[in-house]
Every structure is written in structure tokens, then in C-alpha cells.
């Protein structure tokens, strides 16, 4: 595996959720970022936590492995 892409497997933090957002002067906004904001916060080094909606849109993906739940509303991700 390389360097860079074990590093961020194992130290960055991503929270996904699954909505409308608004981009204006270059940034994202409204409460999809804010979930997914609180998602990454929740989220220990090398883990991906998504939302329910999240979740449901990439269930049908066969590439896409949902783990346990790690708290209400969300699941973790993993690639296979």
C-alpha cells in the first residue's frame, strides 16, 4: 500500500450525509454540511461514518461494504 494512502487511511477523519446544499462564494453550506461536519467530528482516525441516507443510496453499490452502526443514524463505510 502506498505511504500517502495508507496515512489517510489511518489518520483522517470523514463524515458523509446524503442532501441538498448550497454553494455560493466558494464554499458549501446548509444542513447536509452540517451533518456531515458532525459526522467527521464523531469519527476516529482511518474510520468513514455516513448517515442513514448516506447508507440507503449506497447499498445497491456492490463495492461499497456499510459495517456496524457506530451511532444513531449512521453507519461506518469501507471499501471492499
Not at 5 to 33: E, I, K, N, S
Request: charged fraction near 10%; include cysteine.
Amino acid at each position: 500500500m502506498a505511504a500517502g494512502l495508507q496515512a489517510f487511511l489511518f489518520t483522517d477523519l470523514v463524515g458523509m450525509h446524503t442532501g441538498p446544499a448550497v454553494h455560493r462564494a466558494g464554499d458549501w453550506y446548509g444542513t447536509t454540511v452540517n451533518l456531515a461536519s458532525r459526522l467527521c467530528t464523531a469519527a476516529s482516525g482511518g474510520e468513514v461514518l455516513v448517515s442513514a441516507s448516506t447508507a440507503l443510496a449506497a447499498a445497491p453499490l456492490r463495492e461499497v461494504r456499510l459495517g456496524e452502526p457506530a451511532c444513531i443514524g449512521c453507519a461506518t463505510w469501507s471499501s471492499r
